[in-house]
């Protein structure tokens, strides 16, 4: 079933797509003849359909997408260039971007082109990245005298260790898909025409699992980043705790026992 208007309205959004799927949702980036470039319109429109997704039951993942021959080729260059310190400091977009961070349900990032400085970072902010074999990764920031801005300087380098990240983020030059699994940054690289299908079919394995135990479980792994091991491990635990709280984890085990598939309700 595909469902836009019941999306919260797709088109309340200039600037992105929300196709709703369920179990799943489709959110493309759409500003093709700017390459996606992430402007503050198009980043708090996403915000919004994200915090929508997040609040709708019938939704259990989200891919998250582009439209034309970018993922997203970075934030927008034009509404930038002319800023001040100060301004950018008062304006504080990043609070947007931060926001993205408290969506609780899988997002998947299908990388379909570009994936370049914001738009690398975007991708990054999400919990799956898979990629079309002509996508392409970077961190150009150095060459339009910046540095990553969101992220991109502390989550590359926990994805793909220091070196490369060095190598990245001083030279501003982009890697390849392929070079992307290689270190790691993505989880899988597929042919162009099959991504989408590929990663809505991701989307939909999960939305099969406990929902309650997916945003645990999606929880702790992003604990990992925030904490020293032990801290992490005590986190994990009172999550795994918690999930003997709820009934899709009864649902679960006597479904297994019984030996018959589990039907799962999010409660
Ligand atoms: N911003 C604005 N417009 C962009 C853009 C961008 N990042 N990237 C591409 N475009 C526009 C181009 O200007 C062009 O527009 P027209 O000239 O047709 O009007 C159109 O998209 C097509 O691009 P090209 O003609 O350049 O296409 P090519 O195939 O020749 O080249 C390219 C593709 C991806 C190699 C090239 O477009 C490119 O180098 N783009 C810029 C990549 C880049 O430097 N990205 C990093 C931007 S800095 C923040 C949060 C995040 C950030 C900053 C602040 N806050 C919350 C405050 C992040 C910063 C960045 O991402």
Redesign the pocket.
């Known amino acids: 079933m595909t469902d836009s208007a019941s999306a919260g309205g797709s088109e309340r959004y200039e600037t992105i797509e929300v196709e709703r799927a369920v179990p799943v949702a489709l959110v493309r980036l759409n500003r093709p003849?700017?390459?996606n470039?992430?402007s503050t319109q198009l980043?708090e429109e996403l915000l919004d359909a994200l915090r929508r997704l997040d609040r709708d039951e019938e939704v259990r993942a989200v891919v998250l997408t582009g439209n034309g021959?970018?993922f997203a080729?970075?934030?927008?260059?034009?509404e930038?260039a002319e800023r001040s310190a100060v301004e950018?400091e008062l304006?504080d977009?990043?609070a947007?971007?931060d926001a993205i961070r408290s969506i609780k349900k899988p997002l998947i990032a299908a990388v379909n082109g570009?994936a370049?400085?914001?738009?690398c970072?975007l991708a990054m902010m999400c919990d799956i990245i898979i990629a079309a074999e002509t996508a392409t990764f970077g961190q150009?920031?150095i060459?339009?005298g910046?540095i990553?801005?969101?992220g991109g300087t502390q989550r590359l380098t926990r994805a793909v260790g220091k070196s490369a990240a060095m190598e990245m983020i001083l030279t501003g030059d982009p890697i390849s898909a392929r070079r992307a699994l290689e270190l790691g940054l993505v989880s899988r690289v597929v042919a162009p025409e099959v991504l989408l299908d590929e990663a809505l079919r991701l989307a939909r394995r999960i939305a099969e699992r406990p929902p309650v135990a997916v945003r645990l479980a999606k929880d702790a792994v992003n604990r990992a980043f925030e904490t020293t091991l032990s801290e992490g491990l005590a986190y994990e635990r009172r999550n795994f705790y918690l999930l003997f709280a709820t009934e899709d984890q009864k649902e679960g085990m006597r479904a297994f026992m019984e030996k018959r598939p589990p039907q799962f309700r999010g409660r």
């Open positions: 003849q700017a390459l470039a992430l980043m021959r970018a080729a970075g934030a927008d260059i034009r930038m950018m304006e977009r990043f947007t971007w570009y370049l400085g914001g738009g970072e150009p920031e060459a339009i910046v990553p801005g969101a």
